[in-house]
T-cell receptor, first 112, second 112 residues
Framework: GQQLNQSPQSMFIQEGEDVSMNCTSSSIFNTWLWYKQDPGEGPVLLIALYKAGELTSNGRLTAQFGITRKDSFLNISASIPSDVGIYFCAGPVNFGNEKLTFGTGTRLTIIP | EPEVTQTPSHQVTQMGQEVILRCVPISNHLYFYWYRQILGQKVEFLVSFYNNEISEKSEIFDDQFSVERPDGSNFTLKIRSTKLEDSAMYFC??????????FGPGTRLTVT
């Protein structure tokens, strides 16, 4: 089936640092979604991207829909403790398909 | 801000018993979903529901599973005869005509 690979798998950073993570697919996606999940809670939608090349910001978060439509990037600037969690990319398997495939996740940890 | 709500937050049941997980999607949303997440794994699609019928389901969603929108606000997932491997977090999600789905906080189902 569809596989979304995220890298890095985990990140250990200091508060105030910028963070970059990405998500790649072997197939073209028409929508990219970025979610954050805290332990024991549901995924929280951060950013949605709908067009190749699109760059969208949500506060300190910026995400881009790759030109090839096979990748997406999420950047977090000036990280703070509440940024800790697992970040997932997700997208519909096929155009018009309701089923979201989730990526493998990037776990962000902030070192005191 | 409107949000998806789910009850109960934790359900413990014995193998073979029926369980009903309840969700109240965001009020003006038209598309409804159930996903699940086994501990330590990524979120997996179960079923999507639109216009009072299932629009798509995964291979996980077999005859033991059913969904219902009994009134204008609730959306339920029933598992007829639970198995040990059904233990997971179950997330309800909803969305408008466009945009990424918003997830609820989840119900942790433990089958003993």
């Amino acid at each position: 089936g569809q596989q979304l690979n995220q890298s890095p798998q985990s990140m250990f950073i200091q508060e105030g640092e910028d963070v970059s993570m990405n998500c790649t697919s072997s197939s073209i996606f028409n929508t990219w979604l970025w979610y954050k999940q805290d332990p024991g809670e549901g995924p929280v939608l951060l950013i949605a991207l709908y067009k190749a090349g699109e760059l969208t910001s949500n506060g300190r978060l910026t995400a881009q829909f790759g030109i090839t439509r096979k990748d997406s990037f999420l950047n977090i600037s000036a990280s703070i403790p509440s940024d800790v969690g697992i970040y997932f990319c997700a997208g519909p398997v096929n155009f018009g398909n309701e089923k979201l495939t989730f990526g493998t996740g990037t776990r962000l940890t902030i070192i005191p | 801000e409107p949000e998806v709500t789910q009850t109960p937050s934790h359900q413990v049941t014995q193998m073979g018993q029926e369980v009903i997980l309840r969700c109240v999607p965001i009020s003006n949303h038209l598309y409804f979903y159930w996903y699940r997440q086994i501990l330590g794994q990524k979120v997996e699609f179960l079923v999507s529901f639109y216009n009072n019928e299932i629009s798509e389901k995964s291979e996980i969603f077999d005859d033991q599973f059913s969904v219902e929108r009994p009134d204008g606000s609730n959306f339920t997932l029933k598992i007829r005869s639970t198995k040990l491997e059904d233990s997971a977090m179950y997330f309800c999600a909803s969305r408008e005509t466009s945009g990424g789905p918003y997830f609820g906080p989840g119900t942790r189902l433990t089958v003993t």
